[in-house]
Every structure is written in structure tokens, then in C-alpha cells.
């Protein structure tokens, strides 16, 4: 068994489950379903007839109740032989399930194939969707029962990277508060140390009500170069950690050594935590969002996409990305790139000289499918996607398109 092949049985065992909804949606968007005209329209179409049988994956069960643990990409998989097409198995489900974000662990699915074409239903044909019963675990009254909703993939894979890759101007990290010194001057700091940061003085790091607290801590701003233009595409700035405010920035009032009245300026204290590398002086700090899940919807482009892999995060030193690792792609939100877009994965043919030729000519070898990733957090011209099926690894300059 090769390396690829063991990582994707992994993958396959984390990631088999899907099919059309959430990450997790905070409450208040609980109701603010990401569903675009077309794929409601398609889904209605589906849910009039359903899909054709040959649309079906080989061995889609009969009934499946959910469990703690599946996601909505792996029960997708289950059922579709292109889990991507989420409109199909909403339409499946658009009698029954009027939110196709919120499928709970002990609902049991039901297909029924019937005339050609199947259905997913989430009651016994002939049952109403009145007479399910769903058992879920207690709850505070805090909690909505949209947290108890299978996630689209597995949370703990991306949950890092909603925070952690940040692509920004260059001026905006050069006008970032910086750390100016540390406790018994140390030269390097790991979590738990305290540090000393400066601000810019039209914006200083304040310790009053309503102003950040929490802060992350990046170094460095190294460009994204788009691999067929060579433009650069935004500047992706290295995570090391956070921070958080114990006291602001301020004057304090002093004697000099002639006796006169002098006002000094004194940095802000931070203590650090969660340090993923050590910190040092002159790294920057820049406030950290509240954490919130992002909803989304797993789908297939409606645009035309013909995308590179820009980067993989994280690892410089890595030529190839495996299953379930991070990369960048030249293509944003200006594009039309969006959180839950499908890709499929084509290797870049390689240039050889074809020995068999007495010229010894070089040729171009074929791109090659080589599976599909999602992408999960978009910026301008910048988006980032998983890794879900792929069967060899992933290089720099790798295409991305539409899947079929």
C-alpha cells in the first residue's frame, strides 16, 4: 500500500460523509440560508421527480439513520456519485426537510426508488414528516439546536485555518502594533511570557472598554505570487500565536534627574498564549476575530473557474501537499470564488524529453485528474480550500476546475 493510498483510506474514513449544508451556523444565521437562485431552482426541478437511478452511488443504502460524528460531504458521498451536487439531494429532501442545513444525528434516512428515479426521504414511504421523532441529547436553553447539525466536514480540519492564514497589504502589518521587549529580556517567547507592544500613534493599544482585547501575533508578510503571471496576488502573513491586553499604552508622570516634571511613554503589556512558534521582538499584533463557524454549502461553481495552486500553507519547505493540508489558490472573491465551491484537482504535465525520439524533442505530458478539494475562506484575489480526496500529492502551479 503506498503512502497516498493509506492517507486517502484515512481521509476517506474522516471526511466519508456529506451532502449539502453548514459548517456550524451561529444562531442569529441560523435562518440566512446561503442557497443561490439556480440551486433552488433545481432543487424544486429534483424534487418533483428526484434523481435517476444511475445518479446514485453503487452502493447507496436503503435507509441510514445519521450518527454523532458523520458530516454532510460523507452522507452526500454515500448516496451521490458526485457529492458535490448538493441541489440533488436537497431536492431528495425538499419535502421533509425544509432546512437542508439542520439533518441531526438520529434522523434515519430512507431512499425510495421508484419509476427510475430515486428520493431521499427522511420518514418510511407512506409515513408524514409529523409522525418523526429525532432523539437528541439534552441541552442548556443557551444552546440552539443548530449546534447539534451535522457539520460539513469535519470541523477539527479546518477550524484552525478560519483564523490563521491572513492575506493582507504589506502596509497593513507595517502599521500593526509591534512587540518592543519582554520580561528579563528574553530574545524569544513561548506562551505564558509577557511582552511589551507599541502601537501606531494614530491607533494605540488601549485597555478601555470596547476596544480589542484579544490579539493574534503574525511575522512577516510573504508575497503570493500568482504561478502563471507572476503577479503578486496579496501578502500571507506567518501565525505564531495570540495575545491578550493586561494594560494599554500610557504616559506617566516623572522626575528627571535635574528635578523637572517630564511625562514618558510607557508600551502596552500583553501576555501571550497558544504560542505555535516562539515570538520575538517585532513581531505584530492585529485583533482577533470572534469566533464564529461560518455557513456554507458545498457546491459545484456556476462560474467558470481555471485556477492554480498558489502555496501550501505552512509548509515552505514542502514540495508536494497530502490529503487533508491546506492551500492557497489565485483566485478570490472578485472572482466569484466562494466558501463551499467544489474544485477538481489536475496535475501539472510534465516537460520531458522524449528518449525514444533521435531529435531527443521535449514534450508535455497530460494533465491528470487527481480529485477534488473545497474551498473554506476566500479573500480579494486569494482563497483557500482543503485537500479531500486527492490520489497523488499536490504541487504549486496544479490546476483547479470545475468539477464534471
Do not use: C
Not at 460523507?74 to 439533518?103: A, F, Q, V
Not at 485583533?287 to 455557513?295: D, L
Amino acid at each position: 500500500m503506498t503512502a497516498f493510498t493509506s492517507m486517502r483510506r484515512t481521509a476517506l474514513g474522516a471526511l466519508t460523509i456529506i451532502a449539502g449544508a453548514i459548517l456550524a451556523v451561529a444562531p442569529a444565521q441560523a435562518q440566512n440560508y446561503p442557497i443561490s437562485a439556480s440551486q433552488r431552482a433545481t432543487a424544486q426541478q429534483v424534487s418533483e421527480r428526484g434523481v435517476p437511478l444511475s445518479e446514485l452511488a453503487a452502493n447507496a443504502p436503503d435507509t441510514y439513520t445519521v450518527k454523532r460524528g458523520d458530516t454532510l460531504w460523507g452522507i452526500s458521498g454515500m448516496y451521490l456519485k458526485r457529492p458535490w451536487r448538493w441541489p440533488e439531494l436537497w431536492g431528495m429532501n425538499l419535502e421533509t426537510i425544509k432546512n437542508p442545513h439542520l439533518i441531526f444525528p438520529g434522523q434515519t434516512l430512507y431512499l425510495d426508488k421508484e419509476g427510475g428515479y430515486a428520493r431521499l426521504r427522511t420518514t418510511p414511504p407512506g409515513a408524514s414528516a409529523e409522525n418523526q421523532t429525532v432523539r437528541v441529547s439534552p441541552r442548556t436553553r443557551s444552546d440552539s439546536l443548530t449546534d447539534t447539525a451535522l457539520p460539513t466536514l469535519k470541523p477539527h480540519l479546518i477550524e484552525p485555518f478560519l483564523v490563521e492564514p491572513l492575506v493582507v497589504d504589506a502596509d497593513v502589518l507595517r502599521r500593526a502594533p509591534r512587540i518592543v521587549a519582554t520580561t528579563e529580556d528574553r530574545v524569544l517567547m513561548a506562551s505564558g511570557d509577557r511582552a511589551y507592544v507599541r502601537g501606531d500613534a494614530a491607533s494605540p493599544v488601549r485597555a478601555e472598554p470596547g476596544e480589542p482585547r484579544f490579539f493574534r501575533v503574525f511575522r512577516d508578510a510573504v508575497a503570493l505570487k500568482d504561478p502563471v503571471t507572476g503577479e503578486i496576488l496579496g501578502y500571507e502573513a506567518q501565525y505564531l500565536g495570540k495575545a491578550e491586553v493586561v494594560r494599554g499604552e500610557s504616559f506617566e508622570e516623572n522626575i528627571d534627574s535635574k528635578g523637572r516634571r517630564i511625562s514618558e511613554y510607557v508600551p502596552a503589556t500583553v501576555d501571550l498564549s497558544v504560542a505555535k512558534e516562539e515570538i520575538r521582538a517585532g513581531d505584530r499584533l492585529l485583533p482577533a476575530p470572534e469566533r464564529a463557524f461560518t455557513s456554507y454549502t458545498p457546491h459545484a461553481p456556476e462560474i467558470e473557474v481555471d485556477a492554480r495552486v498558489v502555496s501550501i500553507y505552512g509548509s515552505s519547505a514542502v514540495s508536494y501537499a497530502a490529503q487533508n493540508q491546506v492551500i492557497a489558490i489565485n483566485m478570490g472573491s472578485q472572482d466569484g470564488i466562494e466558501p463551499g465551491h467544489v474544485l477538481a484537482l489536475q496535475t501539472r504535465g510534465q516537460r520531458i524529453k522524449d528518449k525514444t525520439d533521435d531529435a531527443k524533442a521535449t514534450i508535455k505530458l497530460p494533465s491528470e485528474s487527481n480529485g477534488t478539494a473545497m474551498v473554506f475562506r476566500t479573500f480579494d484575489r486569494v482563497s483557500y480550500a482543503l485537500l479531500l480526496e486527492i490520489q497523488t500529492g499536490v504541487r504549486v502551479g496544479d490546476r483547479l476546475v470545475n468539477p464534471q
